[in-house]
């Protein structure tokens, strides 16, 4: 762990360092049930195991509308549904995306959300001379975890995991959202139990990394 990512972790009763996490289920399906929720339940219960704080927000719960303007972003008040979220991410110093891959990208409800939440003022501020402006989400790492029908190496390789590069640096790294891992995995459909225990697993490890 560097420096810096040290320094924004505290210790627990026991000197042990924890890490705030907020895991962020961006499945649109209300329902659940589908493998980024085991997904996502398998990782906290791993961080929680391991003494860090764990808190969870799902996308879908959500009720907000798409954003329609700049002059919206930048001057608009910001939906009340989202304001716990945003008081989430302020919290946090480590975020955990899951999702499904929908047509090569984050499914739209996901990009409709980060758009209203990763406003000026919030994740980045206007600095003058700075045409990239300032980041206000510094001392957060981060992690994608996302499923996909294909095979995640065809993605990665074939496709060179585009739409990830984009969240990863338009959208996270934008803000100071950094270092950003990713675990994709791949041909969900025709997931065995042998396997589908080996992705909790590892998900649950990762938990207690909070990594
Ligand atoms: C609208 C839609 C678009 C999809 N697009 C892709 C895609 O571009 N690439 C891919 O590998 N899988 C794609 N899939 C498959 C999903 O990624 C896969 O079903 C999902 O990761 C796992 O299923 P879950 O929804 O049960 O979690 C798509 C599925 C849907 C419903």
């Known amino acids: 762990m560097t420096a810096v990512?040290?320094?924004?972790?505290?210790?627990?009763?026991?000197?042990?360092?924890?890490?705030r996490v907020l895991l962020i289920q961006g499945h649109p399906d209300?329902?659940?049930?589908?493998?980024?929720?085991?997904l996502a339940d398998a990782y906290a219960t791993g961080a929680r195991q391991a003494g860090h704080e764990v808190r969870t927000l799902a996308v879908t719960e959500l009720d907000f509308p798409l954003l329609?303007?700049?002059?919206?972003?930048?001057?608009?008040?910001?939906?009340?549904?989202?304001?716990?979220a945003q008081q989430a991410i302020r919290w946090a110093n480590h975020?955990?995306?899951?999702?499904?891959?929908?047509?090569?990208?984050?499914?739209?409800?996901?990009?409709?959300?980060?758009?209203?939440?990763a406003r000026p003022g919030f994740a980045f501020d206007v600095e003058k001379g700075n045409p990239l402006g300032k980041k206000l989400l510094t001392?957060?790492?981060?992690?994608?975890?996302?499923?996909?029908?294909?095979?995640?190496?065809?993605?990665?390789?074939?496709?060179?995991?585009?739409?990830?590069?984009?969240?990863?640096r338009n959208i996270l790294g934008f803000v100071g959202i950094a270092?950003?891992?990713?675990?994709?995995?791949g041909m969900v459909e025709a997931m065995d139990d042998k396997a589908r225990?080996?992705?909790?697993?590892?998900?649950?490890?990762?938990?207690?990394?909070?990594a």
């Open 197 to 210: 225990a080996k992705w909790l697993e590892r998900m649950r490890e990762l938990g207690r990394q909070a």
């Open 139 to 168: 001392g957060r790492s981060a992690r994608l975890v996302v499923t996909m029908g294909m095979p995640s190496l065809v993605y990665r390789y074939y496709f060179r995991a585009h739409s990830l590069k984009a969240l990863e």
């Open 179 to 185: 270092p950003v891992h990713e675990t994709l995995i």
């Open 5 to 19: 990512k040290a320094a924004a972790r505290g210790t627990d009763h026991d000197g042990r360092m924890s890490t």
């Open 95 to 117: 975020l955990v995306f899951f999702f499904p891959l929908w047509l090569g990208g984050m499914p739209a409800l996901l990009k409709g959300f980060l758009e209203q939440v």
């Open 68 to 84: 329609r303007s700049q002059k919206d972003w930048s001057e608009g008040a910001l939906p009340p549904a989202l304001e716990p």
């Open 30 to 38: 209300p329902a659940g049930g589908h493998l980024g929720h085991a």
